[in-house]
């Protein structure tokens, strides 16, 4: 039993990892899109369209239940509603602020989920897990007092308005996923939200914007392709360690997608903002590590 926990506990980090990776290009892709024209509605629907197409052939080949007429069906209406919304907020404010920061924000999820199950019973804390909460708080601090934001306050409002949602959807989501497989509700995620996105483009008057070169069109099939691939692989983890260790590696996204800005953006972090992000990431590892290490007593 404790070889077959190990073995799921390795393939669990592995793929959480490369999710984190694979993630880390979205946000950046996203940005180079909307800098060569492409509208904020186009991003979004052709985000949920690509995810659609390419999640087709993995639902013919699982061959799973597709169609449900139980509650099951209202909750993938209500996490789509939500995916679209976290999407939009998210592209919103890195028009605002810097991808890295904007990441950081949101990726604060996992103490929202902490917090959540903790209240729900689902988990217990020990006292310097919330000695980490508060060192989570001050990197917080380090960066809104650093001025790093230039008196952006909407910028600022959006991200945490996405870290709400945020924590909503990785909660909720991941208990469907459990019921109807991560493949089937990510499909259905993509399905209601190219609908209520294609029906807001029909019925509305607001401008549509489509790539001006070839570099905005890479972007966008860059960003549905990363997209739908790091959430099947969230899942696929999350199945085999836990959502609450899963939403805490996944921190290490922020940081990746720190390099790929880097890289593909050019926008650095200076050293106040850079020592607050590594508070903050060093803080929610640690919280971690006390639970897991609870929890590794309890299988031995």
């Known amino acids: ?82 995916s679209v919304s976290l999407i939009a907020v998210t592209y919103h404010a890195i028009e605002f602020l810097n991808v890295a920061l904007v990441l950081m924000i949101l990726y604060l999820f996992p103490l929202g989920i902490a917090i959540i199950t903790y209240l729900s019973k689902e988990e217990i804390f020990q006292p310097i897990q919330w000695f980490c909460i508060l060192f989570i708080i001050f990197g917080i601090g380090l960066i809104i007092i650093d001025g790093s934001f230039e008196g952006n306050i909407y910028g600022f409002s959006i991200s945490i308005l996405g870290l709400l949602l945020m924590i909503v959807f990785i909660y909720f989501s991941s208990k469907l996923a459990d019921l109807t497989g991560s493949a089937i509700m990510n499909f259905h995620i993509n399905l209601w939200s190219s609908l209520l996105l294609g029906l807001i483009i029909y019925a509305t008057d607001i401008v549509v914007k489509f790539p001006v070169n070839s570099k905005g069109w890479l972007a966008i099939f860059s960003n549905g392709f990363f997209y739908v691939l790091s959430y099947f692989l969230f899942y696929e983890g999350s199945k085999k360690i836990g959502i609450t260790r899963t939403s805490v590696l996944a921190t290490m996204e922020p940081v990746f997608a720190a390099v790929f800005a880097l890289i593909l953006l050019k926008q650095f972090l200076n050293i106040t903002e850079t020592f607050g992000f590594v508070i903050i990431i060093l803080s929610i590892f640690l919280f971690e590590r006390f639970k897991i290490n609870k929890k590794t007593n309890i299988y031995k």
């Open 1 to 82: 039993m404790l070889e077959n926990y190990k073995k799921n506990d390795f393939s669990g980090i592995f793929i959480v990892v490369l999710s984190s990776i694979c993630f880390a290009v979205v946000p950046s892709s996203a940005k180079i899109a909307l800098d060569n024209g492409v509208s904020l509605l186009v991003l979004l629907f052709s985000r949920c369209l690509i995810g659609l197409i390419l999640l087709c052939p993995v639902i013919f080949l699982k061959k799973q239940k597709i169609i449900y007429f139980d509650i099951n069906f209202l909750k993938l209406i209500f996490i789509s509603f939500v």
